[in-house]
């Protein structure tokens, strides 16, 4: 069973810091995704990775895929108030469907 | 701008129910998803559509079933509602284009069962 295992679980921190969430899993994906949930909403879309090794920049945020297709980072320079909700990472086991990491909760405080 | 409804944003059962949650989205996609979401366990997936009438199982099927006869609507059926069916859930869908697109998701329906 493919699985992908997010860390940190629980991130807080004050405004204006960076950080870094990973995403990992023992088996290969041919792309991984990350999405952003903020309470009472559904999980939006942030970017997709295709290429091992491939980075993708969205405004603060830094996506890379691990070179390997097992893992995926999101870094996020000087952190906003905004940029709280679940972080969540979702990779294809198959043709149609998508699984998802457990998430990181982000709370930043102004 | 592309959408997602879900017909309910929080609902309130008794158990033995039969409850319907209702899923539409105007974006032409083939693929439907239903997800419940509870804290620590993440998102798990209950049923998918990949065409009209047709359903495939996810991980999490027990008790549930699904409804597909447009391409635009997507029903998940609860049979009997029972306590441990309490959860957000989540409607999603994506287009169909031989590689695997992003979801759009749904706003969800917080459901409890009492």
């Known amino acids: 069973t493919q699985l992908l295992e997010q860390s940190p679980q629980f991130l807080s921190i004050q405004e204006g810091e960076n950080l870094t969430v990973y995403c990992n899993s023992s088996?290969?994906?041919?792309?991984l995704q990350w999405y952003r949930q903020e309470p009472g909403e559904g999980p939006v879309l942030l970017v997709t990775?295709?290429?091992?090794?491939e980075v993708k920049k969205l405004k603060r945020l830094t996506f890379q895929f691990g070179d390997a297709r097992k893992d995926s980072s999101l870094h996020i320079t000087a952190a906003q108030p905004g940029d709280t909700g679940l972080y969540l990472c979702?990779?294809?086991?198959?043709?149609?469907?998508?699984?998802f990491g457990t998430g990181t909760r982000l709370k930043v405080l102004a | 701008d592309v959408k997602v409804t879900q017909s309910s944003r929080y609902l309130v059962k008794r158990t033995g129910e039969k409850v319907f949650l209702e899923c539409v989205q105007d974006m032409d996609h083939e693929n439907m998803f239903w997800y419940r979401q509870d804290p620590g366990l993440g998102l798990r997936l209950i049923y998918f559509s990949y065409d009209v009438k047709m359903k495939e199982k996810g991980d999490i099927p027990e008790g549930y079933s699904v409804s597909r006869e447009k391409k635009e609507r997507f029903s998940l059926i609860l049979e009997s509602a029972s306590t441990n069916q309490t959860s957000m859930y989540l409607c999603?869908?994506?287009?169909?284009?031989?590689?695997?697109?992003?979801?759009?998701f749904g706003s969800g329906t917080r459901l409890t069962v009492v």
């Open positions: 979702a990779g294809p086991p198959g043709t149609y469907k998508y699984i």
């Open positions: 990775v295709v290429t091992g090794g």
């Open positions: 999603a869908s994506s287009l169909s284009t031989g590689r695997v697109e992003g979801y759009t």
């Open positions: 088996s290969v994906f041919s792309s």
